[in-house]
């Protein structure tokens, strides 16, 4: 199957279990891409893996988004499956406000989303609903901010020691 038809099909099948819950679907850097409504991507996730005809069991890579421009949508989550069987590879998305980082867990699915998800709770603040054991993984627990979100300047402003005509700037 091409993928122009696997976003078809992906779409088609989405489109009739959850209706409007499937926002949009598209073609991106050569990866059929779903965005769905945030409450429903456990249940999404769970109906590509058992569906016969896709067989996603497979979850490559998970990772937090944070577009801060993006008013009432600034954060959000990317999950990357994988049909093993069929060879299929697709992204599902989903964004949500700053102010409620909440995200349904999808460990009930994919045990190994437990260190994916602690990973981006530790960098973007995302909270898992359902998740077992959600706390910092990689930083002090005691750290006052998430270092991946882009809410501080990429350098110092204030530097006068810096010459940055070599770089393009």
């Not at 456990?42 to 490559?60: A, I, P, R």
């Not at 944070?66 to 949508?73: D, L, S, T």
């Not at 990973?119 to 991946?148: A, C, S, T, W």
């Amino acid at each position: 199957m091409d993928k122009e038809t696997l976003l078809t099909t992906v779409q088609e099948k989405l489109k009739a279990q959850f209706g409007d819950g499937l926002i949009s679907s598209e073609m991106i850097a050569d990866y059929p891409v779903f965005t769905l409504r945030r409450d429903i991507i456990c249940d999404v996730v769970k109906f590509l893996y058992d569906n016969e005809d896709l067989s996603f069991q497979y979850l490559t890579t998970m990772a937090g988004l944070h577009y801060p421009e993006n008013k009432g949508q600034e954060l959000g989550v990317m999950y990357q499956l994988h049909s093993l069987t069929k060879n299929f590879r697709i992204r599902l998305k989903v964004f949500f406000s700053i102010n409620d980082p909440n995200v349904p867990s999808i460990t009930p699915v994919f045990k190994g989303a437990n260190w994916m998800e602690r990973q981006e709770f530790d960098f973007f603040g995302i909270i898992f609903k359902g998740h077992p054991n959600l706390k910092r993984i990689l930083n002090m627990d005691d750290l006052g901010y998430y270092p991946m979100r882009k809410e501080y300047p990429l350098e110092d402003g204030t530097r006068e020691d810096k010459d940055d005509t070599m770089f393009g700037r």
